[in-house]
């Protein structure tokens, strides 16, 4: 079974400081893959970035990175120089194995940018 | 890029009535979709995984007589909510899988039952 594990409801940052959303994972299939996922308040599901298991070097799009760190199993997202227009849920979500499509998703951190 | 859409965005229904969701992706081929169900501030929870030409695949508790679920062709799945009640009102959201094993989301379809 997979297990997605988001630990921070809420943060708030300030605009054009980084912020960092925890999230760790538990799986026992040796590929799989990471996603972060970014939902405004309008509800629409945005893709920010992806990590597979077997990626040597961490995922970087943009403003955003992820910290994969395998033995820990865990794969944070960094938000770097943070806008107004960031402030939405962020959801750490999870593909198991190579046959198994589904994607698990943790809960969710609500994260408030300040002017 | 893939592109997939839902319609309706927003519907509101009376108790007892059926609710026909769709999904549909625009410029690409979709053999699995995947519907989710989402309440408010809540994280997105997969109720179903759809296939093209054959039956779908239930996640546990989700009764498959209350979610009909279609996937006639290779564009199109589609969510049937029968007989809602107001404890069915959320936010569904459909996802399709893309080359490259990533995933593309509809807009989503915000369900009220009164």
Redesign the interface.
Known sequence: AQKITQTQPGMFVQEKEAVTLDCTYDTSDPSYGLFWYKQPSSGEMIFLIYQGSYDQQNATEGRYSLNFQKARKSANLVISASQLGDSAMYFCAMRGGSNDYKLSFGAGTTVTVRA | GAVVSQHPSRVICKSGTSVKIECRSLDFQAT?M?WYRQFP??????MA?SNEGSKATYEQGVEKDKFLINHASLTLSTLTVTSAHPEDSS?Y?C?A?IAG?????G??T?LTVL
């Open positions: 699995t995947f501030k809540q994280s997105l929870m997969l995984t936010f959201i996802s899988k094993g990533a995933r593309e989301f807009p989503g915000r």
